[in-house]
């Protein structure tokens, strides 16, 4: 297992996230499938993995609890225990921090995290008293680092991260969102502060497990034996700001994938990174619809659906899952089941969006 120093001690490069772990789903609640998921934690510490990652509000707290028995058999200061505190979920930072030693079975958090850092939650955050308390948590040897996890704007980060001398940040960093989204500017505000980077969603939640046929296929001519998902974990390492890498494995398969992904050290080549970026346009191409939102193709529907806003939740759909389009089915505006496929639209396209056909895709998914 690659490690790298962090202040005194080693952190695998590789860290488990326990938010996706196997559940039984023939119980009432789905619990998690101890008997599994213990079964993927030995092998993580077998290879070398010893940054283990959970949260207050994972699996309604079953994963503190969960890891807290999963990690009895091995010795405290073998492995580092990183947690969360979430003020949506109970805003009692003193209880909350007690529950989770104990939840743990643990008297110290090694990494401590306020939890999912938002715009319209910093503020909260600032005001409560929770972080001079976890200060003081850290000054009494309760808390080793102390930490935030960040899913806000680059400018509340840019605030945030300046509250406090912070020991590390957890980010949201993949390649896509490096080309396409805010994670470079992110990146970049955590690297001026020197703050060591703990990565979250390195694929996507998986949506880069499985670009579409050509540019997986452009990956695999290039190195046969790598998974399509490695390529973003061998990514994301290269950074110097990234300390861990965590990813949440939920099966024996995909650790094994991982371990194998971070045996050796180093990082792509540059030709690497190219034909990255290379599958990376090729993917966002082929699964996003260009609107450019000029609403050419508005005023002859017959069936008055706001065409690019529709195309606007497809293409978000394509890259994030159908669960940001659910709003559409209590939505009282037009709705894609209400295209006739005249081809009006089409017609007007300076594009050539094949509109109908994205209707009756998106159709079928809200049924
Ligand atoms: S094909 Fe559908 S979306 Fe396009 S103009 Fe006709 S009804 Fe409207
Ligand atoms: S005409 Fe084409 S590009 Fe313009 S808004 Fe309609 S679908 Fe989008």
Not at 189 to 206: A, D, H, Q, T
Not at 236 to 244: A, I, M, P, T
Request: aromatic share 12%; with cysteine; hydrophobic share 35%.
């Amino acid at each position: 297992m690659e490690i790298k120093g962090y202040k005194n001690i080693e952190l695998s490069r590789l860290g488990m996230g326990n938010m996706r772990l196997p559940l039984r789903e023939d119980l009432e609640g789905k619990p998690i499938d101890r008997e599994r998921a213990q079964e993927i934690i030995d092998y993580a510490m077998e290879k070398g993995i010893n940054y283990y990652d959970t949260a207050y509000v994972y699996n309604g707290g079953d994963s503190e609890k969960f890891l807290g028995e999963a990690m009895k058999k091995y010795p405290r200061d073998s492995y580092y225990l990183a947690t969360k505190f979430n003020i949506g979920a109970n805003p009692d930072y003193r209880a909350v921090f007690e529950q989770q030693l104990e939840r743990l079975g643990t008297d110290y958090i090694d990494f401590y995290l306020v939890h999912a850092v938002m715009d319209h939650n910093y503020k909260k955050y600032e005001e409560s008293g929770c972080i001079e308390y976890f200060k003081e948590l850290k000054k009494q040897g309760k808390i080793r680092y102390l930490g935030f996890s960040n899913h806000s704007s680059p400018d509340t980060l840019r605030y945030f991260s300046s509250l406090y001398d912070w020991d590390f940040i957890q980010l949201q960093l993949n390649y896509y969102d490096w080309q396409y989204g805010s994670a470079k500017e992110e990146y970049e505000i955590c690297s001026e502060k020197n703050i060591p980077l703990v990565v979250m969603e390195p694929v996507r939640g998986g949506r880069l497990a499985d670009l579409t046929p050509e540019a997986n296929g452009l990956l695999k001519s290039a190195h046969p034996q790598w998974s399509v998902a490695s390529w973003a974990f061998r990514w994301v390492k290269g950074l110097d700001g990234v300390q861990v890498v965590l990813s949440g494995m939920s099966d024996m398969a995909q650790i094994k994938d991982n371990i194998n992904t971070f045996d050796k050290a180093g990082a792509l080549s540059e030709s690497d990174r190219e034909t990255l970026m290379r599958a990376c346009e090729m993917f966002r191409n082929q699964m996003q619809v260009p609107c450019t939102k000029c609403r050419y193709c508005c005023d002859d529907c017959p069936a008055g659906i706001d065409i690019p806003f529709m195309l606007m939740k497809y293409n978000n759909y394509k890259l994030n899952g159908a669960w940001v389009i659910e709003d559409l089915k209590t939505s009282e505006k037009p709705a894609p089941k209400d295209c006739v496929g005249c081809g009006k639209c089409t017609g007007h396209c300076p594009q050539s969006i094949n509109v109908p056909e994205i209707m009756a895709e998106l159709a079928e998914q809200l049924k």
